[in-house]
């Protein structure tokens, strides 16, 4: 199973990867199991992950491999579901 | 809209559809970051960058400026308790010319939760007219081709996965059975009422 994993973009950013995708794929197994106390779970790797993000949104940033803004989709994506939810406390959806 | 199942339950193909890069059957896919990862309401909420290269022919790249390494965004939300796995996708590049939005849901099926469903839909914006018609059959085409694939990638992991729990419980019960034979031969041992003070390590 170690031997198949998918690499970073960027390599700068590999290692930091490697070390958080081992976490939150560990937690990732117990989180979605049915008697999971999924409400009152942290992110137990949100840590390593502060760090591997820096590091690819720097490059993200720097190298600009596409010209989308991801803060764009995100909005578009979250208005979406918002709309989606105010349909259905409409009634309408 | 395309629908497809799985004759595994829920947390089976979702486990695998997490981490179902690599895959042989997606080749193309050569890298992966998270750049957003949060637990919200009891939901993970992710958002992922992902990098694929194609061979595409030079005289595409002359006409629209795409090169053949393709960036796309991936939304994804995992609901365990509603039992819903949601992926939204969408090309980063090439966006002046066409806008691929997908969508993926995995939901165990309702007649039978051993087995999971999954819908895919996508929705194709193309505003080259000349090229519209043409680029739309062959979209259409790498898409249905794509979608095969990647059903068949998740297919992959999964058996990948199974071997490997396979494996460690073959393992584990190897070791429950050392750690049983001891206890036993402690007990035999003893004079004293059997109590076991040593906990197993948790076969999780």
């Known amino acids: 199973m170690e031997d198949r994993r998918m690499p970073s973009i960027f390599p700068e950013c590999d290692a930091l990867k490697q070390n958080y995708d081992k976490c939150f794929t560990e937690f990732f197994q117990k989180f979605i199991a049915p008697n999971y106390r999924h409400r009152y779970a942290d992110n137990p790797c949100e840590r390593l992950h502060e760090a591997y993000k820096d590091c690819v949104e720097q490059r993200l940033k720097e190298k600009r491999p596409f010209e989308i803004d991801l803060n764009e989709i995100r909005k578009e994506y979250l208005n979406s579901e918002e709309d989606k939810l105010k349909g259905k406390q409409e009634g309408t959806a | ?204």
């Open chain 2, 1 to 204: 809209m395309n629908e497809r199942f799985f004759s595994h339950n829920w947390e089976t193909v979702v486990n695998a559809a997490w981490q179902k890069y690599p895959n042989p059957m997606n080749g193309a896919v050569t890298g992966i970051d998270v750049v957003r990862q949060q637990l919200d309401k009891g939901q993970i909420l992710s958002e992922r960058v992902i990098q694929s290269k194609f061979h595409i022919p030079s005289w595409a790249t002359t006409l629209t400026g795409f090169s053949g390494t393709q960036y796309s965004h991936e939304f994804t939300t995992i609901d365990p308790q509603k039992k819903e796995m949601s992926l939204t996708t969408r090309n980063l590049n090439g966006n002046s010319f066409l806008r691929v939005d997908e969508k993926l849901v995995y939901k165990p099926l309702p007649e039978d939760p051993s087995k999971t469903i999954l819908t895919q839909e996508a929705i194709v914006a193309i505003t080259l007219p000349a090229f519209t018609e043409y680029c739309e059959k062959t979209f259409l085409n790498v898409y249905s081709t794509n979608a095969t694939k990647g059903r068949r990638g998740v297919e992959w992991v999964i058996d990948h996965l199974k071997k490997a729990s396979e494996d460690l419980q073959n393992k584990v019960s190897s070791e429950v059975n050392e750690l049983s034979e001891k206890v036993r031969s402690a007990f035999n041992s003893s004079t004293a009422a059997p109590q076991c003070n040593a906990q197993p390590a948790t076969t999780r």
